[in-house]
DNA sequence: CGGGATCCACTATGATACTG
DNA sequence: CAGTATCATAGTGGATCCCG
């Protein structure tokens, strides 16, 4: 979902703009998943000031190679709403949180 | 990885062949699994005998339609071995068990 | 063989408070 | 604002034993 948003927004973003846009994302989560995605080279964390504190993330071009399947994933659940809606009866497959098909900001 | 593997097979398998398919897959998480997939109407379950235990799994229409997205996603794995592997590093994101990309028997 | 039930160690995650 | 640290707790999944 963070991938998907940061594609969304343009390929890179802020922290506070990134977490804004995906609604039941909390913050540790939040770090804690840009922690790893930069470990595993998708993004860059650049820091342009300390004070106050102004990070952005951006997508890497080995990101970008990732960003490919997930968004045909959006896209097969818009044309496939109906098919997900169909889910509905049993919660353990279904996220909890809000799928960010479209992201606010 | 189920649905993946069921469609590998035919579109439906024993559970028992099921299991062997999908090495690091326990018979609790498999039927577990199972019962999700029965329940979200992903898939079939059909007994054919109670003596020795003769249980059959079979994808649903609405199976199929999920196992679309997923053959495109295993084929991406396929088509992107080096980016998959270029993640190596940390362990975190990646699948414990083995990917059943290829699915024996 | 298929699968249910139980126990238990481990993990994940939200909440909260704190730092610079 | 970005990020860390700590805690409490719910969830996860393997191991094991059992049944028909």
Redesign the pocket.
Known sequence: MILHTLHLLGGYS??????RSIP????????????ELEGKGLIN?H?HQ????????SLTALGKVFVEPIEQLYFWGIDHADALEALATNE?LTC??QNPLEVAE
């Open positions: 802020r922290p506070g703009q990134l977490q039941g994302l909390s913050k540790k989560m939040m770090t804690q998943t840009l922690r964390r820091i300390i004070m106050p504190p102004n990070v952005e993330y353990r909890t949180a």
